[in-house]
């Protein structure tokens, strides 16, 4: 069973042994041999580099829901439906922040970053 590599390339511009991608492109890698990443741009590359092997099973995707078969896929959305599992579990609709605060993200370790002014 051959492993698969993928390469996200989400920001700056990298080349994959000769082959130039800008951000937002997705790198199809041979997993058998070494690949040569380079940066190629003025500025900092971000990657994210993904290793797996095939579970060599039936797939069926419809929306968020990835499943087997046709069979699991019907009784999912079904119960989806009917049951609304995944919903928020909480009996408020309430922000859990204040909304003159804008957009941030809060990282485990504290820190609170902003996104740059548009």
């Known amino acids: 069973m051959e492993a698969l590599r993928r390469a996200y390339i989400y920001e700056g511009v990298a080349t994959f042994d000769g082959n130039v991608l800008p951000a937002n492109h997705l790198a199809n890698l041979d997993a058998s041999r070494v690949t040569t990443i380079r940066n190629d741009g003025d500025q900092g590359v971000r990657i994210l580099l993904l290793q797996s092997k095939p579970i060599e099973a039936p797939v069926v995707a419809r929306g968020p829901f990835v499943l087997n078969t046709n069979e699991q896929m019907i009784e999912t959305v079904t119960r989806y439906q009917s049951e609304g599992f ?9 922000q859990t922040h204040d909304a003159d ?3 941030f993200i809060r990282y485990p370790d504290g820190r609170r970053v902003t996104p740059p002014a548009s």
């Open 86 to 94: 995944g919903r928020w579990p909480w009996p408020s609709h309430a």
């Open 101 to 103: 605060e804008g957009r």
